[in-house]
Nanobody, 128 residues
């Protein structure tokens, strides 16, 4: 089992920045990749970003590319999401997720099925 605890959400004005953190504990050595998803009110959860734990290679949804940056600190078992130039449409609950190589096999990295474990979510609200 892997436990994930997110932090860093809050209320920010348009154009502002926030940094989300996700600390993992437990069987973290099984982690192959880490991701961030978000769910806005009335919408389905969607992929935001992903990072491969070993190589640091990153992936982004088109909607956040150039504004968000994902990073990881393997020594601290923590993944971050730096969010800049925030827009009202970024308002959502943000979820951290991690997946093993087994969970990723056969699933696209931007789908929920590619991840084994999920955090409880942290609210990000961007006011206009």
């Amino acid at each position: 089992q892997v436990q994930l605890v997110e932090s860093g959400g809050g209320l920010v004005q348009t154009g502002g920045s926030l940094r989300l953190s996700c600390a993992a504990s437990g069987r973290t050595f099984t982690t192959y990749h880490m991701g961030w998803f978000r769910q806005a009110p009335g919408k389905e959860r969607e992929f935001v970003s992903r990072i491969i734990r070993s190589s640091g290679v990153t992936y982004y949804a088109d909607s956040v590319k150039g504004r968000f940056t994902i990073a990881r600190d393997n020594a601290k078992n923590t993944v971050y999401l730096q969010m800049d130039s925030l827009k009202p449409e970024d308002t959502a609950v943000y979820y951290c997720a991690v997946g093993s190589s087994a969970s990723y096999s056969g699933s696209a990295y931007y789908t929920e099925s590619a991840y084994n474990y999920w955090g409880q979510g942290t609210q990000v609200t961007v006011s206009s």
